[in-house]
C-alpha cells in the first residue's frame, strides 16, 4: 500500500518509521525554540519553518537526518561541522549518533538572524 503524500508536517511526521520519526521530532522542537514565531509547512516535500522567508527545512532519509539551513549559514560553522556530511546547503546526521543540538540551535540562530536582520533570502 502506498502512502498518502502528507499536506501538513504532523501528517510527514506521522508517516516516518522509528528512529526517523524520533529524530525528526527532535529537530523540529529545537527549531520551534529558536523560531516560535514562523509558520511551519511543506516545499518541496520536506518540513519547512518561514517567517518572511524560508529560515531551514529538515527532512529524514533511509539513513540519516538532513538539516538544510542553506550554505551561506553553514560558512561560519565550518571547523565545528567537520566530522560531518556537507552538501551544498545541508548537513546529514546520521541516525546512530545524537543530535548535536548546541550545533544545531548555533546555525539556527544565525540563519535566522542572517534571514530576519540582513534580509538574506532562500536560495535553493
Known sequence: MDKKKPTNV????EQLDGIA?????E?????????PH???GLKWG???????TILFAYAAHKSHLSF?????????????????HLKKDSIQFSYDKPLPI??????????KEDAEVRGAKWKY
Open 10 to 13: 504532523e501528517e510527514y511526521l
Open 21 to 25: 520519526q524520533e529524530k525528526c521530532r
Open 27 to 35: 529537530m523540529r522542537s529545537i527549531l520551534r525554540d529558536i523560531v
Open 38 to 40: 514562523a509558520t511551519e
Open 46 to 52: 520536506k518540513p519547512v519553518f518561514e517567517s518572511e
Open 68 to 84: 538544510v539551513p542553506t550554505g551561506p549559514a553553514l560558512l561560519p560553522f565550518s571547523e565545528e561541522l567537520a566530522e560531518y
Open 102 to 111: 548546541k550545533l544545531i540551535q548555533k546555525i539556527a540562530k544565525y540563519r
